[in-house]
């Protein structure tokens, strides 16, 4: 088979500013070696986030010189609806300026003390809207999922044996919703395959739980299951992820992923009630309901991404980059997750600095080591993410330390990535000489988002 190649042309470039090595190490120091402190100038390959990072196309540019600014009834608010519509099928569409918005929205009218709400994993931002509630979040990821060296084809599942169980342990009314992330973020960018979809929406029913999807990276979940599942080959991606949403009763979306936008995001509901109590919400806090916190021209350049987003040559090419990073990496004997996800390249930081302890946070030394090193900004995704304290203050750690390098859509090339490769190989081979680190100032509020 030939190369995979980018199924685009660059029209519109960026400089990207080189620095030396001493000039890193000086910037690191400076940032008090918290990469999301650093200016984005003084980074080489940035892979902190897929999120609002993409390249919009020469239609989405083209399309936003049509969006309409009316306050109310703008027809850019009717071309993003259809297009929401077109994908998920539900009635009631809701714009907001990004996914935690709609998260705010909806877990302000259906959360509160007393709730659980049961994910495969909630991302980091889902799971503060809903503590910050009042109410509890319960991750219950399959097996596989906890597991970042053994392959298995759908690792962003639910478990469902465990999902019934806790369902009866706390009782179905007390769990005003199940919410399934596709794909699976905070476990890997792994997919969730249709079958479990279809189980925990039987399962649901069955309680009278509404299943929400949060569905910021469908069209690569959609695109897995084309590849993976039995029976989903021949199937076009825009009927799989179609289906996805026919087992849900709502879906939150940050359209700065699969909607390849800058700014976006959305609440899509099938039912009339809440949607006029998230729109009441959101004329307080984003805007009205035909704009949402949003600017016509926005509205424009999301209805245009969502239909890009499902080109199949887009999306192999998509799935293709991360897992040709994969191979590199695990080829060399780095430990990588298995197999790749759909967005980002996530290496097992337990394992590459084995001789620095939880405490002394292995995944965040590794971000610095890949800064100071070739200029690339990571993100941890572990104890520094997810870690709690207990009552005498000492540190409970995240199952997974995760360093997660995230590939915005359609902005870099082979070149960048051969050369990603290359800086973690490095990394690799010198990996005793790097130090644990310590927190030494954090915010109060939440422990779920220190690093912001
Ligand atoms: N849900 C998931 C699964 C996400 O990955 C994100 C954002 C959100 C919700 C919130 O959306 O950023 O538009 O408010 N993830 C980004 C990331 C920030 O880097 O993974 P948002």
New binding site residues.
């Given amino acids: 088979m030939k190369t995979i190649i980018e199924p685009f042309r660059i029209k519109s470039v960026e400089p990207i500013y080189f620095n030396t090595k001493e000039e890193r190490t000086k910037i690191l120091k400076k940032a008090h070696y918290n990469p999301f402190l650093i200016d984005s100038n003084d980074v080489l390959i940035d892979l902190l986030?897929d999120?609002g990072t993409n390249a919009m196309s020469s239609r989405q540019w083209a399309g936003m010189m049509n969006g309409d600014e009316s306050y109310a009834g703008s027809p850019s608010y009717y071309r993003f609806k259809d297009a929401v519509q077109n994908i998920t099928g539900m009635e009631f569409i809701i714009p907001t300026h990004?996914?935690?918005a709609s998260e705010k929205i909806l877990f302000s009218l259906v959360g509160g003390k007393g709730k659980y709400f049961i994910s495969n994993t909630l991302?980091d931002?889902?799971r503060a809207n809903i503590e910050f509630s009042g109410a509890e979040g319960i991750d219950l990821v399959c097996e596989e999922g906890k597991h970042p060296a053994v392959p298995a084809p759908f690792k962003g599942n639910m478990d469902t044996v465990v999902l019934k169980k806790v369902i009866k342990e706390k009782g179905a009314e007390n769990i005003p919703m199940v919410i399934i992330?596709i794909t699976n973020?905070s476990g890997g960018g792994q997919p969730v395959s249709m079958k479990n979809i279809r189980e925990v929406s039987k399962i649901c029913k069955q309680h009278k739980i509404p299943l929400f999807i949060?569905c910021?990276r469908f069209a690569e979940n959609a695109y897995f299951i084309k590849l993976r599942e039995k029976g989903y080959g021949k199937k076009q991606v825009i009927d799989i992820a179609r289906e996805m949403f026919t087992y849900a009763d709502g879906a939150t979306m940050?359209a700065?992923?699969d909607a390849i936008a800058n700014i976006g995001?959305f609440l899509a509901l099938r039912s009339k009630l809440l949607a006029q109590e998230a729109r009441n919400l959101l004329i307080i806090t984003e805007g009205f309901p035909t704009y949402g916190g949003l600017a016509g021209r926005d509205l424009e350049a999301i209805a245009i991404g969502l239909e890009e987003v499902v080109d199949e040559s887009y999306l192999q090419y998509r799935i293709r980059s991360i897992e040709y990073l994969t191979e590199k990496l695990h080829n060399a004997g780095v430990p990588v997750m298995r197999p790749a996800g759909g967005h980002a390249v996530y290496l097992d930081a337990k394992e590459f600095l084995k001789h620095i302890p939880v405490d002394q946070y292995p995944g965040q030394a590794m971000c610095c080591a890949l800064y100071e090193e070739g200029g690339i900004r990571a993100v941890e995704i572990g104890s520094l993410m997810f870690g709690k304290y207990d009552e005498k203050g000492k540190l409970i750690p995240s199952k997974l330390e995760l360093v997660r390098l995230?590939i915005p859509r359609r902005v870099y090339t082979q070149s960048h990535i051969d050369y990603v490769a290359e800086v973690i190989i490095e990394v690799f081979k010198n990996r005793k000489k790097y130090k644990g680190l310590v927190i030494t100032e954090e915010a109060k509020l939440f422990d779920t988002l220190r690093q912001n």
């Fill in positions: 986030t999120s990004q996914g935690r991302f931002t889902t992330t973020n949060d910021c940050s700065k992923k995001g995230a």
